[in-house]
């Protein structure tokens, strides 16, 4: 379905992100004749609903409520938050009510020409961005859409761009329409399995951007087993890296055929994990007819994302980074891998989601690493570690981050790294990974 197609339509909208707010204007910028009839909430807002969807008008319900709300609306639109697999979305469905997101909207209308739709569990904002510093410098006009940048629906707005980079999530792929013309994903890991039900049904959300209408190309990474599985089977045309005939990773740096184009001083951001997220926004640019432009010129000016081993202060010989990004005891390892030989001070622990931990913290017992545990998982992250060797002085449990941050800075020794990379969601005690991060640095920068 089209963004043009909704007009004169009864519309009802599940949730009121910036994405759905975004699609209210848009709607009652461009299709007046369209009226958003009814807005669902699981929790119902203190904000004036109305106002903020331009929809003054519509009824304004709880989640309980929505079937008898949505039953006469032609289209729902949800948030990417409001998982699709919700049984009243699949009774709605059923009922032939469309449901879709502002995201499919865009595309539908838009067409995926020279967009490159960027995905994965870890990575996929800050390969994002790469792409879009590397299309600037090439010369292209681009936009940075999606779960970062703007909300894709806003590009009906402003001029035409020759290229598109778009953050997709698992959320927006479960029902995606149409694909992008590039479809790259950096690595499949455990993740998001109370929104999708299960991890293979996760999985299954991901990878179905490989078969979408209008995906031309696949890029994927070869270091991932999941992915060079996907490639059997993926149905388009195949771009990898991570492998010797293209854009990979090694120790020199990046190299393109095994000719070096980047040497390892020369890399933007810290990781083997990060130069592999370069060699992605490379490949996927590649594939969509733009050529690398000189590296080491393009990205000398491009700097870590925030919460995303980020450092936020250098105190008394300590470094302290900021990875609360990292939800996933796979992020937390690429992690701890970005600093070789330096003593680490883990801060780890969030919301329970069934993490396995026994990679980690045999890890951290490799690394003679120190873990301060926060809850909810940092009792069970602890107790993992000191299994795995770790002497109990060095594996401790704190009541929170304020208490974390006081045990991280007592135990580092100089020239140590105190790493917040949680290996856990954040929604257990904070709004967002964001809010998790903001208040580690505000923690770290008190001294």
Known sequence: MRFSELDGARVGVWGAG???????????????????????FDVLPDVDVRAELSAPHARVVSAAQAPAALADCEVVVRSPGVSTHRPELVSLRAAGVRVTTATSLWLAEHGGGGVIGVSGTKGKSTTAALARELARAAGRSVRLAGNIGVPAIELLDGPAVEIVVLELSSYQIADLERGPQ?????????????????????RADKLRLLGLPGVAVAVLNMHSEQLVAASRGAGVALAPYGLADGWDATDRGIELRGELALSTAELPLPGAHNALNLCGALTALEAAGVPAPPLGQALSGFRALPHRLEVVAERDGALWVDDSISTTPESTLAALASFPGRPIVLIGGGQDRGQDYNALAHELARREATLVGVPSTGPRLVAATRAAGVSAARAVEASGMESAVASARELCVPGGVILLSPAAPSYDHYRDFEERGERFRALAQAG
Do not use: M
Request: glycine share 2%; hydrophobic share 50%; aromatic share 10%.
């Open 182 to 202: 590039v479809a790259l994903l950096t690595n499949l890991f455990r993740e998001h399995t109370d929104w999708h039900g299960s991890e293979q049904a996760y």
């Open 18 to 40: 910036r994405e759905v707010r975004a699609f209210a204007t848009q709607l009652a910028k461009r299709l007046p004749a369209a009226r958003i009839e009814a807005a669902v």
